[in-house]
């Protein structure tokens, strides 16, 4: 099944330091409160927590990191892709249902200025479904 494509807005407009989201997958594949616009400097360590309540196992990737061409550019330029983590385990995190886990990593990046931004893809995979999530909740190394 292929991932249908899901834009996630961050409610928050502002860009908060701290490099912690928490997500929860909810039934059908949803996620209701989208992270959060962050910023992560080098060697820093990005966590995303994430709690399955979906009713079903799931597989969640953080994938497609992508450089704006400008900080208010609302997505990345596909044609130019950046490898921003050093994943501590893996950018992949399997979960049985009601079981939470994380993603983490460590910025490892050359950045093109002072403030690059970064956009990525959260994907969440179910036995019933498969949803790329492109949230707001850039990364600002």
């Known amino acids: 099944m292929a991932p249908k494509r899901v834009h996630l807005k961050s409610k928050s407009p502002s860009i908060r330091f701290g490099a912690v989201s928490h997500i929860t997958v909810g039934a059908k594949g949803a996620i209701k409160d989208p992270p959060e616009k962050f910023l992560a400097a080098q060697d820093e360590i990005v966590v995303w927590a994430v709690t399955n309540a979906s009713g079903e196992s799931l597989t969640v990737t953080c994938k497609e990191f992508l450089r704006k061409k400008h900080l208010g550019d609302p997505e990345g330029d596909p044609h130019d892709p950046v490898t921003p983590f050093v ?6 995190l399997q979960l049985a249902n009601g079981a939470s886990g994380v993603i983490a990593g460590t910025v490892n990046y050359k950045r093109r200025d002072l403030v690059d931004g970064i956009s990525y893809t959260i994907e969440v995979v179910g036995n019933s479904f498969a949803f790329d999530y ?3 909740g850039d990364i600002k190394p």
């Open 87 to 92: 994943w501590l385990v893996s950018d992949t």
């Open 134 to 136: 492109d949230p707001d």
